[in-house]
């Protein structure tokens, strides 16, 4: 069952799941009908996908209960995880500069990772 899904180029997109898997695949249409290709599967060590978001550079980034992951949707490692919150947060934001932002609503705590 997909958490979360995210469009990243050119019909390709990231589907996060609660099983911590993230699929890339591209979408394609063809008689009115759309069907997709699985390109790659990303595995999480963490669990439960809650939220997926893109960088400026067009890396993945998975928030899950315990760390954010940075992906390379194109080779498919994880380039670095950092942690930090203490409870699940609620969301995940880019802003224009790249910096990632998170919100922990159990403890009113904004996390901001550059």
């Keep these: 069952m997909p958490t979360y899904v995210i469009s990243l ?3 390709i997109i990231a589907i996060g799941s609660y099983s ?3 699929n ?3 979408l394609n249409m063809f008689r009115n009908t759309m069907t997709g290709i699985c390109l790659k599967t990303l595995y999480t060590n963490a669990g439960y996908i809650y939220y997926l978001n893109t960088l400026p ?3 993945i980034i998975s928030l899950n209960e315990t760390s954010i992951q940075i ?4 080779t498919g490692y994880c380039d670095k ?3 930090g919150q ?6 995940i934001v880019v802003n ?3 910096q990632i932002i998170t919100l922990e609503s159990e403890t009113n705590t904004l996390f901001i990772w550059k």
Excluded: H, M, P, V
Aim: overall charge negative; charged content about 25%; some cysteine.
């Design 71 to 74: 992906w390379d949707q194109y």
């Design 20 to 22: 911590g898997t993230i």
């Design 57 to 59: 550079d067009g890396k």
């Design 86 to 91: 203490t409870a699940r947060c609620d969301g």
């Design 81 to 83: 995880t950092l942690f």
């Design 9 to 11: 180029e050119n019909n």
């Design 24 to 26: 890339i695949y591209k």
């Design 96 to 98: 224009s500069t790249g």
